[in-house]
């Protein structure tokens, strides 16, 4: 005879958590910037600080992603864009093409505002390397649209992948489930939206971006009432799903740090303050940047607690059921 054993997998941990945030957030801001720039308003500067704050994050994201490699030298393997045709179903091939392309083509956007703003053309190091590459700023404004456009596909399936990442993984019940990539994707353009709000309020500081301001807050409210809704819907998948789900409701729905945290501060609370924002205003802008500081944090709450409570289900002889989880691991040992 045969049971079920549930363990809390303990390999994708925070670094994973921070990879799969900095990449949403990251991707989601350049998509955000480039619109706005292109569509709404031509925005110099927030072209200049949402992709370049953009290329930092994937910067660093990745960086900590190659560092909890095992084998350093098989990030070549997903580097290689030929790679696709013979594993076509490999997500971090597909996500690590995402992001390099989309890092490339949203800096290539972005040069010609760096040629001509001095603090970047003044700056030694990259006034120098600017200078080598001022043919290409110029080509990019030739055809700004269409680089713009490359940056946003690849900043889309950069998002997309984030979620699509956890997802193809069937092992793990909380993560094999079609409403992740949903999800992560809500969740990357919410934090985008808080944190272009506060580059907008505390950087830019634009009278005459009011309209764009207001234009984020609208969005983001609606972005965090979905993200609400699917939490919701996990709430009934993981309570009253299969019993590795439930395991998974046991570690979520029991822990402080998700519930006041997460829903709580990270999305009930900043909610409700642009809320109040988008329909009757506020005096100063203090709320609005409380709010977008506490979307963020719940934008890494979220992805910190799928790593955490990601559980496996795994079948042992109902014999040993009498055992705790450490004797029944001395067994398999």
Known sequence: MEGMFYSTQNVWTWWIAIYLFLGGLGAAAVVVSCLTNMYIKTHKELVLWGNISAFVMLSVGSLFLFVHLLDHLAV???LNPFGLLT???AWIMWGTQFIVWMMVFSMIYTLPYMLE????RDMPLVGTILGWFGWLGKLSLSFHKVVGWLAIINGVGTVLYTGLLLQ????????HNPGVPLLFIISAFSTAMAFLLLVLHLAIKREEDHDIKVLYERTDVILISIELLIIFVFFHFTTYGL???????????????????F?????????????????????SATPVVLAAILVLCGGYLLRHYF?????????????????SQSNYNLLIE
């Open 168 to 175: 193809s993984f069937p092992a793990v019940a909380l993560w």
């Open 307 to 323: 790593m955490y409570a990601g559980s496996y289900e795994r079948p042992y002889p109902a014999i040993n059921s009498i055992h």
């Open 243 to 261: 019993e590795s789900a439930r395991h998974t409701a046991d570690i979520l729905w029991n822990d402080m740090g998700w519930i006041v945290g």
């Open 87 to 89: 594993k076509p179903d």
């Open 76 to 78: 070549i393997h997903v």
């Open 263 to 283: 829903i709580g501060f990270g999305l009930i609370v900043p909610f409700l303050i642009e809320f109040r924002g988008v329909t009757k205003g506020w005096n």
């Open 117 to 120: 703003t001095p603090f970047w």
